[in-house]
């Protein structure tokens, strides 16, 4: 299970499934992630951030299995693109080929016409190709993001699954109309994939062009061979230029160097190609069948190694290149962390304590069996849990109990404080805490951050810009956790927020579209 490559069905899935999670409330998902760990083997629980993931992923998509996810939808587009693909290819290179080889036995087949059309002018797309790359590449971009076909086709393709995606829901009795839009919204999310897994989206559409060329040249060459097979063909070569068969024959010979070497007659003579030149007004009655015929497995070779060939290269090293991408996918991303953080995350909850309370002493017991059970697994994680950086308002900074702080931040998150900064002082502008926070998350080896903002003021624009600003200087690794409190009592700073309020929030920071960042309630 360790060695299983990714695919980008599942990657779609597991971003699908992120969008779904955007917005719930924190304890509904740790409570959902926790008790699928809980059903986890051994060897899982100890393997790899991506073997945690893929398990996570396998059970989200067993609670779904009744619904059209993106990743199902995904391949089956991809199949019958290139089924459609595989027969436009066979059907034009064969209607094509099968055009030019149309022989009435007045007129020989013209070689300069068929070698320009199936070689010439598929080398000439190849060529621009490897130069458009190269271009690309001196001004740090690749092919596939500098190629307007490409995006095109890419924003095609995602359109078509969108849509797909919503008539499936459309048909389902089952959910209703808010949930409906939600899925639509979760769909359109998903056209954010190539900020996080770059060009593993766009290249699927370069190996399906690939695939049509392959089909095409395929068509090209089983079309040739049949008309040679079942018919009697003439292959002839003029030109209104003075060219001396001799310059025709090194011309001939530099071409056929690929597979010269398997037999002289693979490749015209000197002889053959003076007999099968054509003379307007003398026609085709004065030359040697043998000579007419010395064409074809040159042209069928030159479809070969031309045409062929150079696209099944482009096809096995885009293959080879999308399975090296996949290899080296980055699972330390705060939105992918922070479903591994769920999972192994003990729940700390007082079920036990009502339960007691209760006249159901069987309850009681098994509540408290899960407690101590809980409680045993968080003091023996107490020592692995992840350093988080905390800010704090600087009006609230100096007043705000930290030791609580510490406490409630190990239960919410199931992090560890690691230091506390006050953010939006007077001394120092955006920026430079901004650039302060950075250098402090590298010094002491911190991985995550929690902000802290009291929930009962509104999310402005500007609060909302900051965190923005925040994410671009940290990057994508870390895991951005706005933890928001009550009104301050007299006794503490630490209340919980109203329902009403995080639910406000969690709308306003779901504009901000970034998947590793949590809105929570720091005080259940």
Avoid at 148 to 158: A, G, K, P, S, V
Wanted: charged share 20%; aromatic share 8%; proline share 4%.
């Amino acid at each position: 299970m360790t060695g299983k490559l990714w695919n980008t069905a599942e990657l779609l899935d597991l971003e699908f499934f992120l969008a779904t999670d955007e917005g719930e409330d924190i304890d509904c998902l740790a409570t959902r992630d926790r008790e699928i760990w809980l059903n986890l083997s051994t060897t899982v629980k100890e393997g790899r951030a991506e073997v945690l993931l893929r398990s996570w992923l396998e059970r989200r998509r067993q609670v779904e299995q009744d619904a059209a996810l993106p990743g199902a939808l995904w391949q089956e587009m991809l199949f019958l693109f290139a089924a459609a693909l595989i027969v436009a290819g066979l059907s034009s290179g064969a209607g094509l080929a099968f055009s030019f080889l149309a022989y009435s036995g007045m007129e020989s087949v013209n070689v300069a016409a068929y070698f320009a059309v199936f070689v010439l002018l598929q080398l000439a797309l190849i060529s621009l190709l490897t130069i458009s790359f190269l271009c690309g590449k001196q001004r740090g971009h690749t092919l596939l993001e500098s190629s307007l076909l490409y995006r095109l086709t890419e924003r095609l393709f995602f359109y078509l699954l969108e849509r797909c995606v919503a008539a499936s829901k459309r048909t389902s009795s089952r959910l209703s109309a808010e949930k409906r839009l939600q899925w639509a919204a979760r769909i359109a999310s998903l056209k954010h994939l190539r900020q996080r897994h770059g060009l593993l989206f766009l290249r699927p559409f370069f190996l399906l062009a690939q695939l049509f060329g392959i089909s095409f040249n395929v068509g090209v060459l089983v079309a040739t061979l049949l008309k040679v097979v079942g018919s009697d063909l003439a292959f002839g070569w003029q030109s209104t230029l003075q060219i001396n068969a001799a310059s025709v024959h090194t011309l001939v010979a530099t071409i056929s160097l690929p597979w010269a070497w398997l037999s002289d007659s693979l490749v015209p003579s000197l002889a053959q190609i003076e007999g099968s030149r054509l003379i307007l007004k003398d026609g085709i009655y004065s030359l040697a069948s043998r000579d007419l015929v010395s064409w074809w497995p040159f042209l069928c070779l030159s479809v070969f190694c031309y045409g062929l060939l150079p696209r099944l290269f482009l096809l096995t090293t885009g293959i080879l290149r999308q399975r090296s991408e996949l290899g080296k996918l980055n699972f330390q991303q705060g939105c992918f962390r922070q479903i591994i953080h769920r999972l192994r995350t003990p729940l700390i909850t007082t079920a036990a304590h009502v339960e007691k309370q209760t006249a159901d002493s069987v309850l009681s017991e098994e509540a408290a069996r899960t407690e101590e059970q809980f409680q045993l697994e968080s003091e023996s994680a107490n020592n692995t849990l992840p350093p988080l950086v905390v800010l704090i308002p600087d009006e609230l900074f100096s007043a705000f109990p930290l030791e609580r702080l510490a406490e409630q931040t190990r239960r919410r998150t199931g992090h560890q404080l690691d230091q506390t900064l006050p953010f939006w002082t007077l001394e120092k502008s955006e920026e430079e805490e901004l650039v302060a926070l950075k250098e402090t998350m590298a010094e002491q080896d911190s991985a995550d951050i929690l902000v802290i903002h009291e929930a009962w003021q509104p999310p402005v624009q500007e609060f909302l810009a900051w965190l923005g600003l925040l994410r671009q200087h940290l990057g994508p690794q870390p895991l951005i956790i706005l933890a928001l409190i009550g009104k301050p009592e007299e006794e503490t700073l630490l209340t919980p927020a109203q329902a009403e309020h995080l639910r406000i929030w969690r709308q306003k920071v779901a504009t901000i579209i970034d998947p590793a960042l949590q809105v929570i309630s720091l005080v259940p």
